[in-house]
């Protein structure tokens, strides 16, 4: 009887623990008491919010961890600068509805706070399935909008699937990560990663008030020195930017992965862990700085970072060490020959880079490369310019203003860089022949004339000898043998719209330098003044449009055979 009495009281004493701890809100009338043990658990039973100390910190803290992992793994702290040297913590809503941490039944040690009116009385603090702790009315339903306050909104060390990383740009207000300072104190530490909310906006790492790393503005499709994601990826990533809101955020597929961003207390890294449950630990999926490329500025301004040399910092082509020897390379390199900083200066492509520093560069969604490159050699102090996207075929427009720094070499996924360059060392770079053919046509439109004829005479008599030529062969003798196809083809084209009758319709050599580095829709060439001047001559007329010549006509038909 006894025994049977003693199991019955047992039995509500149960049911009594699990109905009362299983719960997952709060209202204005009740409270959780850290000496009573006392927790919220999310409702699917993920996340758990109470009180807890860290390592050998005896003080107490009110957080959130996750509930069914063996290895207690904090990833909210409310009271990181006020900790409660003993078990007094008293978590409840008050009479003006505000959600406030009580010790010695007195001093408030942490409060949530938020602008809007309402009533105690309605309102409920709730733990979410994604560990978000969240205020709102109970009348209101679930979703953000309806939030009067959550706790996503100020991260500690951890950014869970579904935290933003950023900014609402209506308020002024910012979500960011800050280190614990020790694996015992969750006050902040030193260690912060950010979004800037620069024009042209990165993700920051920062020791203090010392960049340590940058992740390279959003190119459409991800951080412009991310690897590129494989297919089916666990993870999807966001970056949002419109008026009201700038955020990057992430999401798991599987809804059984169990994942964290970590900014760590010691190292200069964010850690992203997956939960293993074969092992029952947690795994490193990846570090963020991945190498020693990834250190902010490394290699000084126009120094690359390329991981298979040796040293891994060079300078980029057209550049030499600032320090003789290349000792210090943190002060970068410096140009073989100076610009002009007109019109004059071209642009050299480099591919398969980070794109540098974009503190100091300008997007324009909306032009084009070579709009791009136009706009940007018409500014002195524009230095480089790369499409602003990389979907599809690329699109839109960045430029950066001042010395370029912390450039990476990619071994995938790199983009395009336009880097401002001398005239003269256009010529003697990679595209030197055709480079070099540019600049004498565009400035020295007699020669060039005597080129495209000599060329059209190559061309002409090389077609008398075969008339199924291929384009090649016909330019061989001019351009010799590392040319391409479809770059011969260019040149010509680009040439022929350099010697064209009327100065007005010849492009710049700015836009024939572009015109050459790019893949874009070329116009078709009018008459070259010369043959015009020969025809004038012949027919003694000034009227209509000259027929063709038999130069033309082959350049047509190659431009057609691309
Ligand atoms: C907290 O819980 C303890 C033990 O259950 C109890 O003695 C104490 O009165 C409670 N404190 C408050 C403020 O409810
Ligand atoms: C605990 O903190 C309270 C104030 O928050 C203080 O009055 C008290 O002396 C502290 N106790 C100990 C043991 O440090
Ligand atoms: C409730 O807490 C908030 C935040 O600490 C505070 O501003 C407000 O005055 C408190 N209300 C009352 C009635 O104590
Ligand atoms: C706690 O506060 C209540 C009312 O706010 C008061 O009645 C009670 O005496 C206080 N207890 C202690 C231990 O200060
Ligand atoms: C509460 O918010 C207001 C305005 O948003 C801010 O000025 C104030 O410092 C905040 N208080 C706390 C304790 O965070
Ligand atoms: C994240 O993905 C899950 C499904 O995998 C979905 O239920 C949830 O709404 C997503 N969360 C966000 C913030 O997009
Ligand atoms: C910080 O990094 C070290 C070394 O990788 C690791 O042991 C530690 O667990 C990390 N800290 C956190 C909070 O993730
Ligand atoms: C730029 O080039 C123009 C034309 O060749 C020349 O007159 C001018 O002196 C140059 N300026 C600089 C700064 O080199
Ligand atoms: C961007 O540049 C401005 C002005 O030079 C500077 O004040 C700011 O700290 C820089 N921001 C970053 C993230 O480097
Ligand atoms: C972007 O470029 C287009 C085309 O050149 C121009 O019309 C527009 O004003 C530019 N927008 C900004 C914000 O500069
Ligand atoms: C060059 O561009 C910068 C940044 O947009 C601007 O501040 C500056 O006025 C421009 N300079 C010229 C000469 O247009």
Known sequence: MDILCFMFISFKFLLFVEFSYAADTINSLQSLNDTSGATLISNDGTFELGFFSPGNNQNRYLGIWYKNIPVKTVVWVANRLNPINDSSGLLMINSSGNPVLMSQNTSVVWSAN??????????????????????????????????????????????????????????????????????????????????????????????????????????????????????NPVFVFSFVSNEDELYYTYNVTDNSVISRIVMNQTEYQRDRFTWSPSSQSWTVYAVVPRDRCDNYGLCGSYGVCILSESPICQCMKGFTPKSPGNVDWSQGCVRNKPLNLSTIDGFIKFPGLKLPDANHSRVNGSMNLKECGLKCSQNSSCMAYANSNVEGAGSGCTMWFGDLIDIREMTASGQDLYIRMSASELGSSDGKKKMTLVIVFTTIGVVAGVLVIILGYVIHKRRQKKTTGKPLELIDPVLGESCHLSEVIRCIHVSLLCVQQYPEDRPNMSSAVLMLGSDGELTEPKQPGFLMDRKLHETGTSSGKPESSSTNEITISLLEAR
């Open 114 to 231: 938020f602008t809007k009116q309402v009533s105690s009385s309605g309102v409920i603090l709730q733990l979410l399935d994604t560990g978000n702790l969240i205020l709102r009315d109970e009348q209101d339903g679930n979703s953000e909008t309806n939030y009067l306050w959550q706790s996503f909104d100020y991260p500690s060390d951890t950014m869970l699937p579904g935290m933003k990383l950023g900014w609402d740009l209506r308020t002024g207000f910012e979500r960011r990560l800050t280190s614990w300072k020790s694996p015992d104190d969750p006050s902040p530490g030193d260690f912060t990663w950010e979004l800037e909310p620069q024009q042209n906006p990165e993700l920051i790492m920062w020791k203090g008030s010392t960049k340590f790393f940058r992740s390279g503005p959003w190119n459409g499709l991800r951080f412009s020195g991310a690897p590129e994601l494989r297919p």
